[in-house]
């Protein structure tokens, strides 16, 4: 079992930036593909980025590419979403992740979920 805790969310002028955060129980934290997805009002929830086991692998969303940054630290079981230049398109709900396979895109591919953070961009 794993439990996944979101924080860092908030509200951000266009253009600002934000890192996310995702707290991870458990001692098996490193066998874990992790993930970040988000969910805007009335539309389905998209794959944002992932990064392996180890941090040595990562793939982002086009949406996303360029912007933002995922990266993990295994001996605290955290992981992290660096969100550069947010767009007024970027408000969501961001969830957090973790599967057993590495550059997953679909939500059924994860198998834990944290209960995510608001990510609110004015413009």
């Known amino acids: 079992q794993v439990q996944l805790v979101e924080s860092g969310g908030g509200l951000v002028q266009a253009g600002g930036s934000l890192r996310l955060t995702c707290a991870a129980s458990?001692?098996?934290?490193?066998?874990?593909?992790m993930g970040w997805f988000r969910q805007a009002p009335g539309k389905e929830r998209e794959f944002v980025a992932t990064?392996?086991?180890?941090?040595?692998?990562?793939y982002y969303a086009d949406s996303v590419k360029g912007r933002s940054t995922i990266s993990r630290d295994n001996a605290k079981n955290l992981v992290y979403l660096q969100m550069n230049s947010l767009k007024p398109e970027d408000t969501a709900v961001y969830y957090c992740?973790?599967?057993?396979?590495?550059?997953?895109?679909?939500?059924?591919?994860?198998?834990?979920w944290g209960q995510g953070t608001q990510v609110t961009v004015s413009s």
């Open positions: 458990g001692r098996t934290f490193s066998t874990y593909a």
């Open positions: 992740a973790a599967g057993p396979v590495f550059g997953r895109r679909r939500s059924t591919d994860y198998d834990y």
């Open positions: 990064i392996s086991g180890f941090g040595s692998r990562t």
